[in-house]
Nanobody
């Protein structure tokens, strides 16, 4: 099954940038998508950005224009470039990947903390 590990989080000042990495392994299919979710204390987890196997992307309104998602599909890796960070971006960021028949199986990493002050 798919294994996901996030890295790249940290503590930064407002206006600075971070780049998150999701390292995946165990994929069977190459036609499924991946996504970044985040969850801040006291808030529900939200979809930040997703990327389909064909490269099509979508972004939450709150990050569009500041964040950029990308993938190296053959390696099972995904990135989230985060620019112009604000305190509202403080959250634990999770890598999510889909796999299996009809891309019906989803897998989550353990998350990486991003703190913006």
């Amino acid at each position: 099954q798919v294994q996901l590990v996030e890295s790249g989080g940290g503590s930064v000042q407002a206006g600075e940038s971070l780049k998150l990495l999701c390292s995946g392994s165990g994929y069977i299919f190459s036609t499924c998508g991946m996504a970044w979710y985040r969850q801040a204390p006291g808030k529900e987890a939200e979809l930040v950005s997703s990327i389909r196997s064909d490269g099509r992307t979508n972004y939450a309104d709150s990050v569009r224009g500041r964040f950029s998602i990308s993938q190296e599909k053959t390696k099972g890796t995904m990135y989230l470039q985060m620019n112009s960070l604000t305190a509202d971006d403080t959250a634990k960021y999770y890598c999510v990947a889909w796999d299996g028949l009809s891309c019906s199986e989803n897998y989550w990493g353990q998350g990486t903390q991003v703190t913006v002050s």
